[in-house]
């Protein structure tokens, strides 16, 4: 089955800098989903982004998909982003496959 | 904006009791997920559902586990026999038809003592 990679698994900030993200996969897919995992563990939908760059507020998105990677931008990072951010990709069916997650710290 | 809900956020029960995770998916949705995650590792998949029976379901959903949607509103899970390695966040999602973006529940910690 199609492999998610997720990179770094950890990354630890300082309040005010950026980051960015990576997730690989390893097949052509038609969906490709971010999440942020908060430290009560609940699952927040951030961008569906089979491909193109999206944007919400600190927060933005690329996908390329023909090189079979996802990008997710964090600017001005803040203590609330931290967690571990997910992304995940449609198997068979549409089942989704979720990467191992970047745990990301942000000190104040 | 419509989101998935799920009751309850936290239970804990016995090893061998029965246990029934509940959730509301979005009202025009058609196809219902559960995802599970043990502590410290990633999600992983359960169970897919359409037209009231199960399109797809993973190794990890034996014969302990069952889904129902008994209305219109909800869609539950239960695991008939609970262990002690059931214990995990269990999510529910939904979509809606010709739509590939799943959206996720809350989720609720199922905790076996």
């Known amino acids: 089955g199609i492999q998610v990679e997720q990179s770094p698994p950890d990354l630890i900030l300082q309040e005010g800098a950026n980051s960015t993200l990576r997730c690989n996969f390893s097949?052509?897919?038609?969906?490709l989903q971010w999440f942020h995992q908060n430290p009560w563990g609940q699952l927040i939908n951030l961008f569906y982004?089979?491909?193109g760059t999206k944007q919400n507020g600190r927060l933005s998105a690329t996908t390329v998909a023909t090189e079979r990677y996802s990008l997710l931008y964090i600017s001005s990072s803040q203590t609330t982003d931290s967690g571990v951010y997910f992304c995940?990709?449609?198997?068979?069916?549409?089942?989704?496959?979720f990467g191992e997650g970047t745990q990301l710290t942000v000190n104040p | 904006e419509p989101e998935v809900t799920q009751t309850p956020s936290h239970q804990v029960t016995q090893m061998g009791q029965e246990v029934i995770l509940r959730c509301v998916p979005i009202?025009?949705?058609?196809?219902f997920y559960w995802y599970r995650q043990i502590l410290g590792q990633k999600v992983e998949f359960l169970v897919s559902?359409?037209?009231?029976?199960?399109?797809?379901k993973s190794e990890i959903f034996d014969d302990q586990f069952s889904v129902e949607r008994p209305d219109g509103s909800n869609f539950t899970l239960k695991i008939r026999s609970t262990k002690l390695e059931d214990s995990a966040m269990y999510f529910c999602?939904?979509?809606?038809?010709?739509?590939?973006?799943?959206?996720f529940g809350p989720g609720t910690r199922l905790t076996v003592t």
């Open positions: 999602a939904s979509r809606r038809w010709r739509a590939y973006e799943q959206y």
């Open positions: 097949d052509s897919v038609n969906n």
């Open positions: 982004i089979p491909s």
């Open positions: 995940a990709v449609p198997t068979s069916g549409s089942r989704l496959t």
């Open positions: 009202s025009n949705h058609l196809y």
């Open positions: 559902f359409y037209n009231n029976e199960i399109s797809e």
